[in-house]
């Protein structure tokens, strides 16, 4: 009676987008990555250029928006004023620079996407559209709210110490270089949603966990506000710390929308 032969055990079927290329350690080399990225850089940088000539056009028309909120909340009699001879000409291309910045803005978080996209599975390279609607829609709110809430206050706050002693002269640049500092920190604020969709959706962070953890990200939060506020008093840390309360309350329902839901886990699985 001849052995049966030895039945050679299945293996499962390979899992393609296990085995695909790690962004730095699979095929691709450094060279080819730092090709990208240099690519990636050059389009932004191109974008942003574009945009600051277009800027250049409409210079006294963006200048004018960006001081008329500073200027209704200057004690009346004050003016913006420059000291240095090219100080209103730097002036005025930085603030071609941050228009052209902000016009680009899709095309520079394209961009990211492209060069970050090699190391997603292909399920997730899908949200490029996501990706580049939510950041931009963020940086554009953060924008907006510091521009006309936020930055007017400041420096409605520092007019209040004007007095026939002590006159209130803003130097143009030293406003301009904190209205920036403002801008910055609040579209960056602006893009928690953002975090938490994508967080959500590769599995990394749950409504759930946001919403128990509700009370320390409140209490977080208006650290973070009595430290960057002007001045020490509730009200003026209540308008710093709410918008940030309700960017937290909107990620939780991001992160609970994004989340991945069974059925699709389980057919995902099969």
Not at 31 to 58: D, N, P, T, Y
Not at 172 to 188: A, C, E, P, R, W
Request: proline share 8%; glycine share 6%; with cysteine.
């Amino acid at each position: 009676m001849k052995p049966m032969a030895a039945v050679p055990a299945r293996r499962p079927p390979q899992d393609v987008e296990a085995t695909k290329p790690d962004l730095f350690l699979g095929r691709m080399s450094l060279l080819h990555h730092l090709e990208e990225l240099r690519k990636c850089l050059f389009r932004s940088a191109l974008a942003v250029g574009v945009g600051m000539c277009v800027a250049f056009f409409f210079i006294e028309q963006i200048f004018n928006f960006v001081f008329a909120p500073t200027r209704r909340m200057l004690p009346p009699g004050t003016s913006l004023i420059y000291t240095q001879p090219g100080e209103a000409f730097g002036l005025y291309i930085n603030i071609a620079l941050v228009t052209g910045a902000i016009v680009a803005s899709p095309v520079i978080f394209l961009n990211v996407w492209r060069f970050v996209a090699p190391a997603l599975y292909s399920r997730e390279r899908r949200f490029v559209i996501p990706f580049v609607a939510l950041t931009t829609i963020g940086a554009v709110g953060g924008a907006a709210f510091s521009h006309y809430v936020l930055f007017p206050y400041m420096i409605g706050f520092f007019g209040t110490f004007s007095s026939p002693d002590l006159q209130f002269m803003p130097q143009v640049s030293d406003v301009f270089g904190l209205y920036l500092k403002m801008l910055g920190g609040t579209v960056l604020m602006f893009q928690m949603p953002t975090f938490a969709f994508f967080m959500a959706r590769m599995r990394m962070l749950t409504a759930g966990w946001l919403w128990r953890n509700v009370k320390y990200a409140v209490l977080v939060i208006f650290i973070v506000a009595a430290v960057i506020t002007p001045s020490p008093d509730p009200w003026t840390q209540t308008l710093f710390a709410a918008p940030m309360i309700v960017l937290y309350a909107i990620s939780i329902l991001v992160a609970w929308l994004a989340a991945p839901r069974r059925q699709a886990t389980d057919r995902e699985g099969r």
